[in-house]
């Protein structure tokens, strides 16, 4: 392909994009295909030749499109979205364009820069204080990981990468069983092991679903006493299944007098902390953490991948990653290389969708769609609850709550998910509470309206009705 049938092709994919998300309504949500139907509509051997960029497109509807699961649907209210606001599709056109590797100041100083920058702004969006820098990561789940094993290395004083785990005695990670799964994975890949996971149960007393920090207080002494080496406790505000978030102050308490790093998971929720009233329930005491995680590309509309971890102390991190062979080094005055904050040693520019996503919306703009989707979610699950077919397992947390069908055992409640998912009109999922299936609703879809809410209660009461 020369640059004058790129020009051509890249105004037709515009032009393809556009018209996408315009009759994007008219798209069943979740993909309707059969297992196994796309590998099938594939040849088996790659071509010899090249082909014609018409019969490759044409072969992407035919074959790629009745596959594809709508993220970017209005009424997705499944999982959490990876939103996609236009301008930021337009920034990764650009990054695509430029395909620089950002690894080092050097390599793309305004990636670098640029980076920095939209981590104070981020910072200064969420109400976090002076001192806080950070770094742009691909998800959550690699935050997460770096995170752990900064604690490993704290632990076990910071003989880890260098020796291995082996002899360094065994070290124990606490957390809420209300945590992401990315908690135990991140433990496995360090080394640490799911049995040295410690998951803390939660305080029933109220909506929070909070960590109870009277056991994790005494599961930490009880460890010291057998020997064991607490290295870190990490929290969640807004926790996948239900939402839930844990009491900053009291679980810092407990880190601080116990001499432990601490991690908090805000991947979903933190995005709403750009909106002031909702700090005080939220967000109250997380100046005290260690690291902070949270994700605009779940709910600010930034193209997946984007996630920013906030640290207090990045040399913990840094003295943790870097590594620094003679052809990476950089001459001169010292520079910022983001490389040595994060486990992937390439990086791509993904400051600038932030930057374009910013300044297109503003933060006044952002924090509308928030503030719609929490209340559009307490209104929603006021009409259900108020309907005699269904019943409210988890009140709405920002703008997460799940409930279930009344009468239905579990096996019921999850076919009851499978046939809303295959009607096609909206997407949802399930999860469990108290072992027993509730059905999730999230909002959170960048163009989501309220008509689309509207339309979700309608969907779920038509098929509810006739079970």
Known sequence: MNWDEFQHWGEHISKWA???????????????????????ALPASPPEGGEAMDAIMADFERIVMPGITHWQHPRFFA????????????????????????????????????EGVMVQWLRQALGLPDGFSGVIQDSASSATLSAVLTMREIASGWRGNKEGMSGQGCLRIYCSDQVHSSIDRACWVAGIGQDNLVKIGTDGSGASYAMDTEELQSRITQDRAAGYIPAGIIAITGGTSIGAYDRHHAVLEIAKREGLYTHLDAAWAGSAMICP??????????????????????????????????????????????????????????????????????????????WFLLRSYGLEGLRERIRNHVDWAHALAARLEAHPKFEIVTQPILSLFTFKVTGMDNAAQLDFVERINNDGRIYITQTRVDDAVAIRFQIGQFDCTQDDINAAYDVLCELAEAS
């Open 18 to 40: 556009a018209d996408y998300h315009k009759d994007i309504r008219n798209n069943p949500v979740r993909a309707q295909t059969d297992k196994g139907a796309i590998a099938a």
């Open 79 to 114: 999982y959490f979205p990876a939103n996609a606001a236009p301008p930021s599709m337009l920034a990764e056109m650009l990054v695509s364009t430029i395909a620089a590797q950002c690894m080092l100041w050097q390599t793309s100083p305004a990636a670098t820069e640029m």
């Open 277 to 354: 009233e909702y700090r005080d329930e939220f967000w109250a005491g997380v100046e005290g953490y260690d690291s902070i995680v949270f994700n605009p590309h779940k709910w600010l509309g930034a193209q997946f991948d984007c996630s920013i971890q906030f640290l207090r102390d990045p040399q913990h991190q840094i003295n943790t990653l870097k590594i620094e062979p003679e052809y990476l080094k950089t001459a001169g005055e010292a520079v910022t290389n983001y490389s040595e904050w994060t486990i992937p040693l390439g990086r791509r520019f993904r400051a600038l969708k932030l």
